[in-house]
């Protein structure tokens, strides 16, 4: 299925945000991606209805598996074309926000061979 990039930014999102504290409600989410309450409440009604989050009757959020699924993948994507980026001699705030461009559009394919690259040239690095 394929996901607007916008419901992909909010699930790494909140992916990130959980994984820096216990709980993340929709506010977190606002102030993280400096949007609106009202434009995070209505993306998030759409993940919700759309299987890809959970909200409790506190109004916290969780991924469900099939959203834990997406967010692990954008976020897997961007932290390694940011990594490759800076390695290329990219400034990290130019490598992060090219990253966060690429990361919607790269092709399964062509990610899975930077990400092979990559681990080619580090085993080679540490073997000299």
């Known amino acids: 299925m394929s996901m607007h990039e916008s419901a992909e930014m909010y699930l790494e999102t ?4 959980g994984r820096e504290r216990s709980c993340v409600r929709s506010i977190d989410v606002a102030e993280a991606m400096h ?3 009202p434009s995070v ?15 409790d009757k506190d109004g916290y ?10 967010a692990f993948k954008i976020y897997e994507r961007h932290t390694v074309l940011s990594a ?16 966060c461009k690429i990361e919607h559009v790269i092709s399964d394919k062509t ?15 540490s073997d000299e």
């Open 14 to 17: 909140i992916y990130r945000l």
């Open 35 to 37: 949007y609106t309450k």
């Open 41 to 55: 409440s209505r993306a998030v009604g759409l993940l919700k209805r759309d299987g890809y989050l959970l909200v």
């Open 61 to 70: 959020l969780s991924l469900t598996e099939q959203g834990a699924a997406v």
């Open 84 to 99: 490759a980026l800076k390695a290329l001699g990219v400034d990290d705030e130019t490598a992060a926000e090219d990253a």
């Open 111 to 125: 990610f899975s061979a930077i990400k092979d690259h990559l681990k080619m040239r580090a085993g080679t690095a």
